[in-house]
Nanobody, 121 residues
Framework: VQLQAFGGGLVQAGGSLRLSCAASGRTFRLYSKGWFRQAPGKEREFVAGINWSGSRSTYADFVKGRFTISRDSAENTVYLQMNSLKPEDTAVYYC???????????????WGQGTLVTVSS
């Protein structure tokens, strides 16, 4: 099982990026999916999550109204559309999948390797 996150890069403040995370090795149709981030010198923090059916999503307060999480119909890929980016959004972004049915999930089973997002001022 492997989660591959990509789409990071360097962008100016106010710009947009779209992150993708593709899973391979098995189907994750019934898994909830999320995005986390870790900035230099800081702990990893939750960014956004979407449940297995796509009917529910949740966001950290600091990205509400700017970021949107979605998943594709095959349900093995999750996306994070990031708009109005700020320098404080600079971090390594990780995707994660979980089979836990509580909402929002409090534990994730599989993690991607991370993709770096750098927002310049």
């Amino acid at each position: 099982v492997q989660l591959q996150a990509f789409g990071g890069g360097l962008v100016q403040a106010g710009g947009s990026l779209r992150l993708s995370c593709a899973a391979s090795g098995r189907t994750f149709r019934l898994y909830s999916k999320g995005w986390f981030r870790q900035a230099p010198g800081k702990e990893r923090e939750f960014v956004a999550g979407i449940n297995w059916s796509g009917s529910r999503s949740t966001y950290a307060d600091f990205v509400k109204g700017r970021f949107t999480i979605s998943r594709d119909s095959a349900e093995n890929t999750v996306y994070l559309q990031m708009n109005s980016l700020k320098p404080e959004d600079t971090a390594v972004y990780y995707c994660a999948f979980t089979s836990h049915t509580t909402w929002p999930p409090d534990e994730y089973d599989y993690w991607g390797q991370g993709t770096l997002v750098t927002v310049s001022s």
